[in-house]
């Protein structure tokens, strides 16, 4: 059991109980103030279903709010589970940066905020730096284990993957190998955002949580595909860690081998304006050094393209889905063999 820190001051409230049994369906409120309504709230989806004794699993979707596949599958969650089969809490919020899901935008249109990127956030911040202080201070210590369900969101496509947040506790990243594994994903990748440590998902590991990230297609739509990857990967890992009954994880079918981003390396970046030609379909075995795309200048006719190049071996993981690029746009990313030691 976990100790944490008293929570900081908030104006935060829920309208659910945690602490109760069954089903409740309600919201976490945020005092919110502005020109047309002096003292509205911000309401943030938020289910608990709760039952006998077991782990706490919170689960998150609308992180980012253009991201689909696992938003649907929390909801259907909250709508269809039968609290008699659950062991344990479950903590179901579908549309945590809720501004940006009712945008369909990854960011917030309140405050300009990437949720993702303002861990361990602030109670008298913005909106979006409230609700991650809540997540942090509040649901992040009563919690056991943390899914964080992504997809590429509008701007890139990547192959349906189920993530892992770098641990240093070696105890903890084989609980989170583990359950991650029992996601069972066609892919299995650690991506560790190149360290940075505002992700929900690096705040996770460090409150100590059992942690699953997933990326789920992307370019802004819904993936047929990917939706059924994700309600059956959230009901597998949900067994494993007990909450469900085994019989509801379904036989494994991948083979276990892990990926991960090798760093800077894996991304190739726009490096002029324009418009860029991808050579390679995605899950396209690449070489480092070679030709990935060109970039055209379509409204300058003498400018001749630009060529760039893949920075790493491995697998083509992830492709941007705009076209258009400026210099620094993230254009395709690299998946290569996991080298770390896995235990
Ligand atoms: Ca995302």
């Not at 969650?77 to 369909?104: C, K, S, T, W, Y």
């Not at 492709?319 to 258009?324: A, I």
Request: hydrophobic share 40%; proline share 9%; aromatic share 6%.
């Amino acid at each position: 059991m976990r100790h944490p820190a008293a929570p900081r001051p908030s104006s935060a409230f829920l309208t659910v109980d945690l602490e109760q049994p069954g089903r409740q369906v309600g919201f976490l409120r945020i005092p919110h103030s502005p020109h047309d309504d002096a003292w509205g709230v911000t309401q943030v989806p938020i289910a608990v279903i709760g039952n006998g004794t077991g782990p706490t699993v919170l689960i998150e979707g609308g992180n980012h709010g253009d991201e689909y596949e696992g938003p649907i599958a929390i909801c259907e969650l909250i709508r269809e589970l039968d609290p008699a089969r659950v062991q344990g809490r479950l903590i179901l919020m579908p549309a945590n940066n809720v501004h940006a899901v009712i945008a369909g935008q990854r960011t917030s249109p309140v405050d300009g905020l990437n949720y993702n990127r303002t861990f361990p956030g602030d109670p008298r911040g913005t909106i979006t730096q409230q609700i991650t202080a809540f997540v942090t201070d509040h649901l992040f210590p009563i919690a056991d284990a943390f899914l964080s369900l992504h997809s590429g969101g509008s701007s890139l496509d990547i192959m349906p993957s189920a993530i892992i947040e770098p641990a240093d506790d070696p105890a903890l990243r084989a609980r989170n190998i583990a359950a991650v594994q029992a996601f069972d994903a066609p892919l299995t990748v650690v991506i560790s955002n190149l360290g940075d440590p505002r992700t929900a998902t690096a705040a996770a590991v460090r409150a100590g949580l059992v942690t699953v990230g997933t990326e789920m297609a992307g370019s802004g739509t819904v993936s047929p595909e990917a939706l059924a990857i994700c309600r059956r990967g959230v009901r597998n890992v949900l067994g494993h860690l007990g909450v469900l009954p085994p019989e509801d994880a379904s036989p494994r079918r991948g083979d276990g081998r892990i990926l991960e981003l090798p760093g800077s390396a894996a991304y190739v970046f726009a490096t002029t304006d324009g418009i860029f030609e991808p050579f390679h379909a995605k899950g396209t075995e690449v070489r480092a050094g070679e030709p990935a795309g060109r970039i055209h200048c379509t409204w300058d006719p003498r400018r001749p393209p630009e060529t760039v190049t893949y920075q790493a071996d491995g697998l083509l993981y992830g492709r941007r889905q705009p076209g258009r690029v400026r210099p620094g746009n993230c254009c395709l990313v690299v998946a290569s063999a996991y080298a770390a030691a896995l235990t």
